[in-house]
């Protein structure tokens, strides 16, 4: 079963200077254990995307379903929302308690769940972002990847199949960005948890299932890594860079120095670059 089912896609909003519209006819499935990277300019509509996906926003033409539930079927909003985690880029907005396994609790408390099993989730939930030792903590002194890290475990608790993060390391640094990267992954890998990793960081991207592009409401290719970043027309047109080491690669190439296709991480432009110069 298809884990996001996105059919046909339109919608505006409406403000003082008229009506704008954030998604234009967009399609875009999604298999459950997929990793996929969201990529877009600003304003693209990515975020637009994210909020139809757990029903936040209706979309005015078109269908969203998530794992066959349609998002138009209010009486299952409530399954739909407790399937499908979202982890925002500002981590001291998704804090509810001043003490970390409070915080966590507080999504399976609103679920009615009993008492024992919310304290499992909370111990297995905080294991899962490495952050065991911090369970009496108060979370506001901590650093942004740590809080993200927290806001993870938060939504783990809900136990969803899927977990959006619109641009959840942009208020990061490098060290944080990467651990909320690397818990992501892992979610992915060792809990077959569904991905939409929603950044304008390529090197984010590199290693996901699929990319898709956002360009102008619309999405424009949705492709593995290695064909998506053949494609810097595409690339150009969107507004994004290339991958660092891609973009070095390509200049390489350009100045006549021989190195293979689809280096796309800095290990693979390390070790071409050993070879070359053996
Ligand atoms: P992204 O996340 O890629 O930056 P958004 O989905 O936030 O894109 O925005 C898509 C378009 O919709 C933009 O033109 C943006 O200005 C507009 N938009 C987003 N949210 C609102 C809103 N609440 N009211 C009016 N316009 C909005
Ligand atoms: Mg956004």
């Not at 796309?264 to 050993?274: D, N």
Request: glycine letters at 6%.
């Amino acid at each position: 079963m298809k884990a996001i089912q996105i059919t046909n896609a339109t919608l505006e909003y409406k403000t003082q200077n008229g009506i704008v519209r954030a998604l234009d006819n967009v399609s875009f499935n999604v298999e459950e254990g997929e990793f996929i990277a969201l990529l877009g300019h600003n304003g693209s509509g990515k975020s637009t995307l994210a909020k139809i996906l757990n029903g936040l926003l209706i979309p005015r033409l078109g269908d969203v379903e998530i794992f066959g539930v349609n998002t138009k079927d209010t009486a299952k909003i409530f399954e739909i929302r407790s399937n499908i985690g979202m982890v925002f880029q500002n981590p001291d907005n998704q804090m509810i308690a001043s003490i970390v396994e409070d915080d966590i609790a507080f999504g399976p408390e609103n679920l009615g769940i009993p008492r024992e099993e919310i304290i499992e989730r909370v111990n297995w939930a905080l294991e899962k972002v490495g952050m065991s030792e911090h369970k009496k903590s108060t979370p506001f002194k901590m650093s942004g990847g740590q809080k993200q890290r927290i806001a993870i475990a938060g939504i783990l608790a809900i136990k969803p199949r899927i977990i959006v993060f619109d641009e959840s390391t942009a208020m990061l640094d490098p060290q944080g960005r990467n651990e909320v990267l690397q818990v992501a992954k892992q979610l992915n890998k060792e809990d077959n948890i569904t991905i939409i990793w929603i950044t304008h960081y390529m090197d984010e991207a590199v290693d996901s299932d699929r990319i898709a592009i956002m360009t102008d409401s619309r999405i424009v290719a949705i492709d593995t890594p290695k064909e998506i970043f053949k494609r810097t027309d595409l690339i150009e047109q969107a507004g994004l860079d290339l991958p660092l080491p891609l973009a070095i690669a390509n200049q390489l190439k350009a100045n006549g120095i021989e190195l293979q296709d689809n280096i796309l991480t800095e290990q693979q432009l390390k070790e071409e670059l050993c070879k070359i110069l053996k």
